[in-house]
């Protein structure tokens, strides 16, 4: 009996101290969440639905995050099903490219501030900028070789599919 | 348009290793050594860099370094030589963005630059809808998006042509300059039926890309018909149906025939066939008898008892 209640705390324990260990990734990964705000107020020829806004806006957010993890992972599997065309080809190429060489990249902390400026008469194709900030961190194996708080502005066209807004055009330019 | 910066790798010669006493000073030599008597490299980026097309980066200092390109499609390293031009060919640059070069010794150097589009060589267009009403306010819309060869959206302003022409009318031109990559137009449909030809190009460019939209007959305007008893019942068919422009309302438009016989009501739905309805109603005694398609009802025919 003695025995059994001694190992009972030994496992009690060891239950706390991962859930200690455990509880500081958990925080990370909800602060690593992309915080993403659109404003639709400017799009035209047409007006943008309520119900489409929350659409983008979740999958804007999801797409972000799976790329944020696939390319610290290294791994495209993440990509699939949120980019479409070029986008996808792009970002498929990078994660490729990055693998054959060693280099991973995270991108932290992220902040997206969307405006829709074009929405199809349609309603088949969206054109969004993304004002977006975040922290860059480029990795050779272990070793951090670059890590940079970096405001980036993305145009982003996006195209309604089956059960999603999947991202076919995603480009970083210098201004807008 | 670019940015230097100098990253993480903070072990750069520091002043003090200067005042500590020699074993630090070999200490530090030997390092020197290690780094191939590499100095801190200077960057810079490539001027007005546009994709898929060669261009390079000037680096300072001497000894061998690890240059880093990172971009939109892009993660490579190689060694370099520090104090030489680093070259990137057109495919390391061929997609529109920003790309940051890194370059490695005791600490990091970066750089960030952008890639501009190259020129455009193709159109997304789209156009909807595939089959249009005829005489239909803002019924036809067409977006157009410019591509470069390496499929980069050209966001500096284009112009482009939108050309419709339907059969035995004269074509109509509109032109539009790009707004962030895109340029669309709405228009009415015709009055005629038949094909509608809308072509996107770009000025300049032997870029042209056509689509056809179906234009059909509207709703029937009016409806006349005519019956007469035979000895199995009412025959009842409708003129010609044609929509308020005068083209024949499609084949498979449902005309309603209903049959008023006292209290009795007898509903039939019939196709049209070759612009004509027609239908055999079930009555003997005196009958009203009308029709509807859509939201038009024809005339009462009333006939009286077998």
Redesign the interface.
Known sequence: MMDRSHSGRVTALIAIALIALLAPRDSFSADSTPQVVLNTSKAA?RSVESLTERAILRDYKFAWANLDQALESNSTAPLSGLFA??AS???N??VT??Q????S?RYLKQIHQLEA??Y???G??I?L?DTAEYD?Q?L?GSK?????H?V?RY?V?MTPGADRWVIR??????E? | MWSSTNTVCKSRKSPRSLRVGSLVLSASLVCLAAMGYAQDADLRAPSAAVAGTANSIVTTGNGTATFYLIGPSVAFKREVRLGQEISLTAKDLQNAGKYLAIVCTGSCQSVGFFAAPAKPVSLTFLVHPSRAPVGQNDMISGVALPFDEFHNLVIVPETVDFQLTAKDSAAVSRRVTTQDGIAWFHTSSGRAAGPLQVAASLNDIDVSVRRVVQQVASDPCSLHIKGQRTPKGIVVETEPVRDCTGNPVPDGTVVTFTARDGNETDTVDAPIKQGVARAQLAASGPVVISAASGVVMGNELRLGPQ
């Open positions: 020829p065309g070029t080809a792009w970002l190429d990078a490219s990055q054959r060489n060693g280099i990249s400026v074009f199809a008469p349609e088949d194709l054109e900028h860059l480029i050779d951090t070789i670059h890590d940079e970096v980036v145009v066209l055009q995603l480009q970083a330019v210098p807008f």
